[in-house]
């Protein structure tokens, strides 16, 4: 039912609005943390907009209010008579959205009398932020450490959070190998816990603080640990888990002893109670639980994590990923048998009195780099099959997990990949999507050049409108691109309207090559730095000639030159909608030289925080034309090699030279105002496992001696033998 007036407390506000002295009554329900927050925002645009403060009468009303009957959930209206402005939400987070609007709308010079009417509704119910916490981290790297002072800072969460809800994310999904230790100290277990009661008390009052401001801002909370891990501290004091008990590795095989059965559930059991707020778990199978078969896994979930919810005592959401392995192995497979037995585990999960319909069931979109092409190729594991779709579900619904684990330093943001990426995946079984990275945390800015003054301070401000666009759009599909067109004139002026096209164009290079160049696992491509796994030698290299040549494609209308070549050398050829290398090379040049050219003019001299988003676009473009030149140079080498005709030699050499040029090019760009970048790529040393390697740092110009080697390589080259 529609909250009357009389349970609304008059806030009054007063400003000057084109040019005239005017006074705003705010009305809002001084009972609901989300109205508080919504008028909070409203007031804070206000005073940036240099608005005088007054108590008087009002002759311009805004009024907040929540309507469930009229509207749906997360959806809201804006109706504006001239004298009154009325923002109505479905519930209160749709509330916050519509204050958001008209925040958005003051942000870009927009008079209050001014404003339009308008209405939004979600398009998916489900829009995560993934969030790898820095401790205790699924991969144990500096490069992820280096943030654990900025994630202990509330300030943090708070600028964090404010950007959520600004761009429509509505659910921060908080994942750690073993998370309760931070957050409880566990009442039957207290050796668990490795910290002193004043250490746990400053972890829990983190925690609270960042719980209680995503729920003032309408945010969920879930938590999502791996399995199957213990504290070391729990470890060595029962002897169990011990040949891992510092979680070096996130692999291995699984102790399913029945202490720590009861250990797990307990501890779930107990953090949900301390904290009420948290709004539901997730559950993963893929980790340390080698050795169990998929049944094995999910029974052993349901007798830890499930159970333990239920004895928490109160209605609980659940992410229900499905399972990584489907044997005994943790690297990664799929089979039809999992998908049955993973859909009838989370129907019974469905049934669940404690548990809220529907269950989110996630699965990654195309593995690890969901930035490549936006047809679903493959899952964790390989391919996905019909099982959890056909029949349709009634108590769960399909999310898809966006990893990026390719551009960390660069900015990005193509919203015609965003829009396509839903549109061709999102039918009626699917609920949503997570957004997010495994080897790469957005706290710390530890890009930035030290001495640059620039209008941010954490590292997701940088990635400013890769969140605006997935969350925006996720939200709303129709969004228009004026909406972050906008964005861009009201951070820098007139002059940078042309940044959002720029962006656009430049910003397919790295899903280009991650759709000619396939992948599986995170370290396998590194889009930004055109590196990838070489499991040869296991590491993370540069990605060679041959490697160009020999890769297979991933998405299936592209074409590899080693076929390319060996097709045209026998006289066939392509379907017209077939991306062949030479078809990629002239897309690559044209959109790259056209967003160098919508950028070649700007000034930048005034703004650090403009040069670097000039200088991003830049970066984006030359090295798309630096991987033009060699798809170019590749082809003529593998002619060459299989052909002879030293004229393909030469092609060959001289656009490997030309592809050197672009990438020096790149280092001028970055070098003065990128610092070199600690990375989570590893590389195997001395027969140990793969560990991370905490030495190795990214910079363009350190991979120089690579891209060079491409050159000579072709100078040297000679005919295979038998041709």
């Known amino acids: 039912m529609k909250k009357t007036a009389a349970c609304f407390t008059t806030c009054f506000i007063s400003f000057i609005v084109a040019g005239f002295s005017q006074s705003v009554n705010i009305l809002y329900s001084k009972t609901s943390p989300q109205a508080i927050y919504a008028a909070g925002a409203l007031k804070k645009s206000l005073s940036k907009k240099q608005l005088a403060v007054k108590e008087a009468n009002a002759n311009f009303i805004i009024d907040l209010t929540v309507d469930t009957g009229k509207l749906a959930k997360e959806a809201y209206s804006i109706v504006n008579n001239g004298k009154k402005i009325t923002v109505t939400g479905g519930d209160e987070r749709g509330l916050i959205y519509g204050s958001l609007s008209i925040v958005e709308d003051l942000g870009n010079g927009i008079n209050l ?294 551009f960390f330093c660069l900015r990005w943001g193509v919203p015609e990949f965003v829009r396509e990426h839903i549109a061709l995946n999102t039918p009626g079984y699917v609920g949503g999507y997570f957004l997010g990275s495994e080897a790469y945390i957005p706290a710390k800015d530890y890009f930035t050049k030290a001495g640059m003054k620039v209008d941010w301070k954490y590292a997701f401000e940088r990635q400013w409108l890769f969140y605006k666009i997935w969350g925006r759009l996720l939200y709303n599909p129709a969004t228009p691109d004026d909406k972050f067109k906008a964005e861009f004139t009201r951070r820098y002026g007139k002059q940078a309207e042309n940044l959002l096209q720029a962006s656009a164009l430049a910003g397919k290079t790295p899903l280009r090559l991650g759709s000619f160049f396939d992948f599986t696992w995170d370290f396998t491509l590194y889009s930004e730095g055109f590196m990838a796994l070489d499991s040869k030698v296991k590491r993370v290299e540069y990605i060679s000639i041959n490697r160009l040549i020999n890769q297979p494609v991933t998405d299936p209308d592209y074409v590899s030159v080693s076929e390319y070549v060996a097709t045209t050398s026998a006289g066939g ?113 001395n027969g140990k496992p793969w560990r991370q390697n905490d030495n190795l740092r990214f910079h363009w110009e350190k991979i120089r001696p690579d891209v060079s080697k491409d050159v000579e390589y072709a100078k040297s080259a000679v005919m295979n033998s038998g041709n």
């Open 113 to 406: 009398q001014n404003i339009k009417g308008a209405s939004e509704k979600p398009d998916l119910p489900f829009r995560a932020i993934k969030y790898d916490l820095p401790w205790d981290t699924y991969r144990r790297s500096f490069s992820l450490d280096q943030h654990v002072e900025t994630c202990k800072d509330l300030n943090y969460w708070e600028a964090f959070l404010d950007m959520m809800a600004e761009n429509r994310f509505n659910a921060l999904t908080l994942w750690n190998l073993h998370p309760y230790t931070y957050m409880i100290k566990a009442k039957n277990f207290p050796e668990a816990s490795p910290f002193s009661d004043k250490e746990l008390q400053e972890w829990q009052s983190l925690f609270h603080g960042i719980f209680r401001m995503a729920k003032e801002r309408a945010i969920e909370i879930y938590i999502i640990p791996f399995n199957i891990f213990v504290s070391p501290a729990f470890a060595k004091a029962h002897n169990v888990a011990m040949d891992n008990p510092d979680h070096d590795y996130f692999f291995g095989k699984a102790d399913t002893s029945e202490i720590i059965k009861r250990y797990t559930r307990e501890s779930v059991t107990q953090m949900l109670q301390e904290y009420p707020e948290i709004t539901g778990m997730g559950l993963t199978h893929g980790e340390y639980m080698g050795g169990m078969i998929p049944r094995e896994r999910e029974e052993w979930i349901s007798a830890t994590i499930i159970e333990g919810m239920r004895m928490a005592g109160r209605k609980l959401k659940l992410v229900h990923r499905i399972p990584l392995s489907a044997n005994t192995g943790s690297g990664g497979s799929t089979s039809i048998e999992t998908e049955r037995l993973t859909r009838k585990v989370i129907e019974a999960e469905g049934n669940l009195d404690f548990i809220e319909a529907p269950i989110w069931s996630d699965l990654k979109f195309n593995w690890s780099h969901a930035h490549s092409t936006p047809k679903l190729i493959k899952v964790h594991g390989g391919k996905m099959y019909d099982a959890l779709f056909n029949p349709l579900p009634k108590n769960y619904k399909i999310t898809w997990t966006a990893r990026n684990e390719d």
């Open 573 to 685: 050829s392509f379907a017209g909608n077939k991306i062949t290398p030479p078809v990629l090379a002239r897309l690559l040049r044209q959109d790259c030289n056209k967003a160098l050219a919508l950028v070649k003019n700007i000034n930048t001299s005034n703004s650090n925080s403009l040069m670097y988003e000039v200088a991003d676009i830049k970066a984006w473009a030359n090295l798309g034309l630096h991987f033009a030149e060699r798809l170019e140079g590749a082809v003529a080498l593998h002619t060459y090699k299989l052909k002879g005709g030293e004229e393909n030699k030469q092609h060959a050499v001289q656009h490997l030279q030309d592809a050197l040029k672009y990438w020096d090019v790149v280092i001028s760009i970055t070098r003065p105002i990128y610092n070199d970048m600690p990375l989570t790529h590893y590389s195997e040393e």
